[in-house]
């Protein structure tokens, strides 16, 4: 199982020069490889395999005048950018042939250099980890890191990132270790990610967002607006559009330590995690809602399903749609359409009196065992 430990870096003034140099270049090799496949592709000549491209817009561009300057970053930079742009046409063709599930995944996008967020990507050969504590990157040179927890073995490839914020990552990806796996507990729990609270448990708990996040969100709300009011080109519009961007940074980094908190919670809770996928839930929800929700929801079941697997849990995602809200934990008999606004209702067959959201949290927990069971060869299904 391969994890991601993320880092802040503080690269120096030249540095961040050379930095900016290999986001740049990573993002010309990437467009110049897009715009090779799309240009085959109008002249009805079949897809550049991967190795024929890399020769094409690394190897022999660098040769030529106007892209010569491309030798000035590591190669390392150049390669994992195209390997990028390979693996984004792979995701789009297994998705139109079906191959992948869930939302449909867009072919590749030219890069901007106004995108909020640059980055490369180095293997093995393109960086080190310094005896000092630094991260030596191929052709930029050693970058002070901030550790801010340790990391459990030799990572195998790493990410700097600079965020619209400004700021610098560094993401590895490491092994993880089998030492790990916790003892086992009995409890198991579905979750129900609703937009009452952010999330309730089988077992009762409502967990809201913590207060110091809604205020932050409530603050980047409102410098949005403010943001929204300035004149186009004024200097006041440039000072809002950093104030947007470091409120986002902040509201981010905020929801990622609730999520990290809550998920290693519930990991350590319970031997199993179900939940619904937010694919087959999102068709239920407007288009509002999803756009707030999609990403908080997408992030946290990512943790509690990587956790699980660290730690030697079960996770599993109901992947069909499930009538969750109008259907009865105890006797099972869907009992019809409940509007949002009625919180706790009354089962027409055996009379039990529900809490909505704690009721859909046991539904996605009997779904979740169900399907489990019946994956290993049982005969238990919920809605027999
Ligand atoms: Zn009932």
């Avoid at 914020?165 to 270790?177: E, I, K, P």
Wanted: hydrophobic share 40%; with cysteine.
């Amino acid at each position: 199982m391969q994890l991601r430990y993320r880092f802040r870096l503080y690269p120096t003034a030249g540095q961040q020069q050379a930095l900016a140099r290999a986001f740049g270049c990573a993002r010309v090799v990437f467009n110049d490889g897009l715009r090779a496949r799309q240009e085959a592709h109008a002249a009805g000549l079949p897809y550049i395999k991967d190795t024929d491209l890399q020769k094409q817009v690394v190897t022999a561009a660098k040769r030529t005048e106007e892209r010569a300057w491309l030798g000035e970053v590591s190669s390392v930079v150049l390669v994992q950018a195209l390997a990028d742009l390979h693996t984004g046409y792979r995701n789009f063709f297994a998705s139109v042939t079906g191959k992948r599930k869930g939302p449909k995944v867009a072919p590749p996008r030219f890069q901007s250099r106004k995108d909020n967020r640059q980055a490369i990507r180095l293997t093995r050969n393109g960086f080190t980890l310094r005896p000092n504590g630094r991260l030596y990157v191929a052709k930029v040179g050693e970058i002070p890191v901030r550790w801010s927890r340790s990391l459990p073995s030799d990572p195998s490839s790493v990410t700097v990132v600079k965020d619209a914020a400004g700021r610098y990552f560094a993401s590895f990806v490491v092994q993880t270790d089998p030492s790990e796996v916790l003892p086992e507990v009995t409890p198991e729990v579905g979750i129900d990610l609703g937009l009452t609270h952010f999330a309730v448990l089988s077992d009762g708990r409502k967990v809201s967002s913590p207060k110091f996040l809604r205020r932050a969100e409530r603050k980047l709300r409102m410098a949005q607006q403010d943001l929204s009011r300035k004149a186009k080109g004024s200097s006041n519009r440039k000072k809002a559009v950093a104030r947007v961007a470091r409120l986002h940074a902040r509201v981010a980094d905020a929801r990622r330590d609730h999520h990290h908190k809550l998920s290693t919670a519930i990991i350590r809770d319970n031997q199993a995690v179900y939940v619904e996928d937010l694919a087959v839930k999102g068709l239920a929800r407007t288009r509002l809602a999803k756009s707030v929700h999609d990403s908080g929801w997408a992030q946290f079941t990512a943790m509690l399903e990587y956790k699980a697997a660290r730690y030697g849990r079960v996770f599993g995602k109901v992947d069909r749609w499930l009538p969750s809200s109008q259907t009865c934990h105890v006797c099972m008999v869907v009992d019809g359409p409940k509007p949002l606004n009625v919180r706790t209702w009354t089962c027409g067959a055996c009379r039990t009196t529900h809490d909505r959201d704690v009721n859909a949290a046991r539904i996605v927990l009997a779904a979740g065992r169900a399907e489990r069971q019946n994956a290993c060869g049982g005969t238990v299904s919920p809605s027999a």
